[in-house]
């Protein structure tokens, strides 16, 4: 066992701000016990006085391996960038396995950098790109959620050996392939922790030529034959029965706020998926396109809907990067509380940037930085 103290901390599903918070860790990485409102106490890591610890971010949804592709598709359409012979695929193809290799290891680390204990990838290659993923995961403190899906020489079977569950780039890339429907019910009925997730409704056009060729909407076919654990993107699901559907099915929805703004895209429906209750997190998609901060990334999309004038308070931001996604992930991650993962990170309040704010969930939204973390622990393991 290892003792922190903290003395203000973030605690459970509503993030509330507790005071002298000593927490309990065990040896395998989880917390074990945490009282509140200590004065008598001694610890193993005593962190300052102006320290906030809240739970480490999760990225709900991330595309590392164009971590080389920076910037290289502003202005240019989302098929024109990440498309079959777009400019990242035609790039990938011709990329070897050690700038592969590194790529994805500069990306693990941009992201623990940024205050993240887990990202969920929608991994490309199929089984070689995933299990290239997952050997060098080995070497790095990050917990990495692998959604594969099978290149033209895999079959899911064979893939399932090596990823979290798996993640499809839009509906076209499962209709009419009734082979690969089966599988992957056969697949996720063996295995209840595997996932199944797929884009949706990212652009309109898309939208349309799905009710031209399949004669319903993207979303529609894939509530049907499908049983997604998440969906992503949903910029242009707009219709309140729709929501109803993703609602009643249980479905937790996925937006990339970032992605949607740098290709002129409709933003997405994150006040819908609250007014509906769906559980709703963030991502920040293709390294390529978006930057990782996930501060950037909050403050962003609060600032945008503020500009529409809808007003969401910071906390309920701050929990679709940490609570809620570990619910709908179903995992112990994204809180602290005893039996979660003891996944930190520590903000110093007292920094310049901070000092003087006093709303501890607007100074997290509105005014930090990567640069104002002091303090990082991954499963009980220290990192800052």
């Known amino acids: 066992m290892q003792t922190l103290y903290a003395p203000k901390a973030l605690i459970g599903e509503n993030l509330e701000l507790k005071n002298h918070v000593l927490i309990t860790i065990s040896e395998d990485g989880i917390i074990h016990s945490l009282d509140t409102e200590v004065d008598d106490y001694s610890a193993d890591t005593v962190l300052s006085q102006d320290t906030l610890v809240l739970p480490s971010f999760i990225n709900m949804h991330t595309h590392i391996g164009d971590f080389l592709l920076k910037d290289q598709g502003f202005g240019l359409s989302l098929r024109e960038v990440v498309g079959r012979n777009g400019v990242k695929h035609s790039f990938l193809n011709k990329l070897s396995d050690e700038r592969l290799q590194f790529s994805l290891e500069h990306a693990l680390s ?70 690969l429907i089966e599988n992957l019910e056969k697949a996720l009925s063996s295995n209840s922790e595997l996932l199944l997730s797929i884009h949706v409704a990212e652009t309109k056009e898309l939208v349309e030529k799905s009710i031209a060729e399949i004669g319903k909407t993207d979303l529609n076919y894939v509530i049907e034959n499908l049983s997604p654990s998440f969906i992503v993107h949903c910029n242009y699901v707009t219709e309140d029965n729709q929501f109803l559907k993703i609602k009643e099915c249980g479905i937790g929805v996925v937006c990339c706020p970032l992605t949607a703004s740098y290709f002129g895209l409709q933003f997405p429906p994150i006040v819908k998926c609250l007014e509906y209750n769906i559980p709703l997190a963030l991502g920040t998609d293709n390294i390529m396109i978006a930057d990782v901060n996930p501060f950037f990334l909050m403050r962003f999309t609060l600032l945008t809907l503020s500009s529409k004038g809808v007003f969401l308070s910071p906390q309920t931001i701050l929990k679709t990067l940490t609570v809620n996604p570990g619910l709908m992930l179903n995992q112990k991650i994204g809180q602290i509380f005893p039996g979660y993962k003891a996944d930190f990170i520590g903000v110093n309040l007292s920094s310049p940037n901070l000092i003087h704010s006093n709303d501890v969930y607007k100074t997290l939204v509105f005014r930090t930085s990567v640069k104002d973390i002091n303090f990082q622990m991954f499963e009980g393991r220290r990192i800052k």
């Open 110 to 179: 941009l992201l623990i950098s940024n205050g993240y204990s887990t990202f969920v990838d929608f991994r490309e290659g199929g089984i070689k790109g995933v299990s290239m993923l997952g050997k060098v995961l080995e070497s790095f403190l990050i917990r990495g959620i692998v959604l594969g899906r099978p290149s033209a020489d895999d079959d899911i079977d064979s893939l399932v050996e090596y990823v979290d569950g798996f993640g499809f780039s839009d509906v076209f890339s499962v209709y009419e392939k009734e082979e």
